[in-house]
Nanobody
Framework: VQLQASGGGLVQPGGSLRLSCAAS????????MGWYRQAPGKEREYVGH???????NYSDSVKGRFTISRDNAKNTVYLQMSSLRPEDTAIYYC???????????????WGQGTQVTVSS
């Protein structure tokens, strides 16, 4: 299983950006898809996740500004970020909880990370 994240870049404060993360390989089912981020000198921080039933949860720091969605046909999770702030600057990592085959255990897989920089 591989995860390919894309969409990072440089954006001005108050701007928007959308990240994508596509899973490929041996996939029987996907339950949870989500995002973490890590700012320079800080620990990795939970951003939010979405379940197979489209339940979403967000950290307080991004609630109301970020939206997570998924396209099950494409095995892809999205992170729509709005009203971006300089403190949102970080490397963003996607993760996906996958059952590779029928009757197998679920495993968490991580993307390679994509840089988001919010600066004027």
């Amino acid at each position: 299983v591989q995860l390919q994240a894309s969409g990072g870049g440089l954006v001005q404060p108050g701007g928007s950006l959308r990240l994508s993360c596509a899973a490929s390989g041996s996939i029987f089912s996907i339950s949870v898809m989500g995002w973490y981020r890590q700012a320079p000198g800080k620990e990795r921080e939970y951003v939010g996740h979405i379940t197979s039933g489209d339940y979403t949860n967000y950290s307080d720091s991004v609630k109301g500004r970020f939206t997570i969605s998924r396209d099950n046909a494409k095995n892809t999770v999205y992170l729509q970020m709005s009203s971006l702030r300089p403190e949102d600057t970080a490397i963003y990592y996607c993760y996906v909880r996958i059952r590779p085959g029928y009757g197998t255990m679920e495993n968490d897989y991580w993307g390679q990370g994509t840089q988001v920089t919010v600066s004027s």
